[in-house]
């Protein structure tokens, strides 16, 4: 797992930087910009309509989240 600074694209190493907009599509807390997180980047040669490993987002969160709450959530691109 890399280490990186929620909302900030270049606390990512330069070769995992054009992950960063894909990252910031997913809805988060903006209480958690600024803070550390982890990226796991998992690339092989998949067959078409099948899952890397199983399907759906894969995420592990100490704490519940309510993404209904749009004033808890940002993904806006802040570099």
Do not use: H, W
Not at 1 to 27: H, N, T, V, W
Not at 54 to 69: F, K, Q, T, V
């Amino acid at each position: 797992m890399m280490p990186f600074i929620s909302g900030r694209k270049a606390s990512l190493p330069e070769d995992l930087q054009c992950y960063f907009d894909m990252i910031e599509e997913c809805p988060y807390s903006k209480k958690e910009i600024g803070k550390v997180g982890y990226l796991t980047i998992y690339e092989a040669y998949i067959k078409a309509n099948t899952a890397q490993r199983r399907d759906g987002i894969r995420i592990e969160a100490p704490s519940i989240m309510s993404a209904d709450n749009d004033d808890e959530t940002s993904n806006n691109n802040t570099a």
